[in-house]
């Protein structure tokens, strides 16, 4: 018997004429959403294309052609030379030891800020976190005042340690504890305890049943935690150019000594390549823990494991990493804050008064030193704004549904794309700043984007670093969204931007603000491209610091104090202010 389409129909009454409408449906949102995915991603592609890939390739390029032809054997050459290998070597290592050392005496408090309830926690955890905001020129010169010539350990036992490696190791310990601490004890807290427990029921012993149950379920947090300390040492700029001195140098400095002291762009341009290749292979090795902790672990609330100490031993361990804190942290930001009042005829604001008069600069100010705050303050909102934009579209483009694999099993094109995009965002935080600086002056000075004497080449640059922050800021938050409310507002008329305004914004407006505060803080601080593009007349506070640091004279000395004192009160307020704004419940994130 044949029917009529109208009288077809389904168990549930309805025409199933319907099925094709709704497959048909089906069929289009992934096109949709592709389209919709490709839009938001435009602006950050072409932001990243033209302030970063662009800089990059014409600087490498520059140092590896030569008659328009490429010149691969400067690679063997280069890598032959006996100082380029000592360099590579103490790059490795160092990273290596920084890494060690700082997994070794941050786990503990990781633990303690996990398990452990006691009154303060809260406001301690942010201290903890000061370090890590804090441009490297503050605690190269926070380091300097405590363990340096003239510094605390100098003059009251004679003991000075910026002539070794060791003062450039404590200070990424300084530098990278909170890192361990937040992305590890994040994880531990809300891990449920009654499972060791269980073990230790069934025979095992304390430490047998933290081997066998905690550890395995803390280890990729571990890895991802310590990928990162070794991105950060591996890559150290700062730190190292202001306590390494002549003798220790790794591939940044290195690649900055190369660029600006000597010119020579081939030398440069094969260092950042072997850069650019350690950084790709600790980005993915990061990116696969981050995906065996996100699909491995089941947590319960934080607030459920922490209980107060019991017994000698945990009160022990509550006090050692207490002391800890008071003495690799904070010791040395007392310090710094000491020297800046010292001054010749005992303690006052001299060395900060003389920041205000340009007679007393340096020679190679063209102003007072202390128009650099106001310059890195309006620098620093400029590139958060920046930031901002970027990110927050780069965000919101991979925060749309995945597509399912089609029926071979293969991922679908857009979905590798989309992959290789998030890796592209993160770059900015391994690649050399030096060569992105130094491509912005040698790229980006002809017409229609000569910007050579603009005043956003500076919040341009800064940007760059500010963007990863912001993505991986508003990212959870916004795939915690529920899609089902945005398709109802969509079903109701609303429009793309509409949807947006009334769905998303009220949910990610506290991680907006959090992002743009961690924005700020690390514009504020960038240092190695910014070195390059500053002016004399419109120097930033990392730049004026460096610059009073490698003169001669008491009062040079006592304004680079002052001046990381100011950058450093000014840091720790912004990641004060986010600490407040932040929600407690951070599963291994930072």
Sequence with gaps: MVLARSEVTRSDGTDATDVTGATGARRGRPARGTAVRLGLMAVPLAFFALFFAYPVVAIVGRGLKDG????????????????????????GWQAAASTGLTLLIALPGAYVFARFDFPGKQLLRAVVAVPFVLPTVVVGSAFLALVGRGGLLDDLWGVRLDTSVWAILLAHVFFNYAVVVRTVGGLWGQLDPRQEEAARVLGAGRFAAWRRVTLPALGPAVAAAALMVFLFTFTSFGVVQILGGPTFSTLEVEIYRQTADFLDLPTAAVLTLIQFAAVLGVLALHAWTVRRRESALRLVDASQTARRPRGRGQWALLWGTFAVIAVLLLAPLVVLVERSFAGPDGYGAVFYAALGSAANADSTFAVAPLDALWNSLAYGAAATGIALVVGGLAAAALALPRLRRGPSGRTPVISRFV??????????????????????????????????????????????VGVPFVVRTMLPVLRAVDGRLREAAAVLGASPWQVWRAVDLPMVRRALLIAA??????????FGATVFLARPDRPTLPVAVARLLGRAGELNYGQAMALSTILMVVCAAALLVLERLRPLDRSGEF
């Design 68 to 91: 328009g032809q490429w010149q691969l054997g400067r690679f063997g050459a280069v890598l032959s030379d006996p100082d380029v290998v000592q360099v590579l070597w103490f790059t």
């Design 517 to 526: 505060g961690f924005a700020f803080a690390v514009s504020l601080g960038e």
């Design 419 to 464: 992959r290789g995009f998030d890796a592209l965002l993160m770059l900015p935080l391994g690649v050399s700043a030096v060569t992105v600086g130094f491509g912005f002056l040698i790229t980006l000075d002809e017409p229609p984007l000569d910007l050579r004497a603009s005043w956003w080449l500076v919040p341009l640059a800064q940007a760059l």
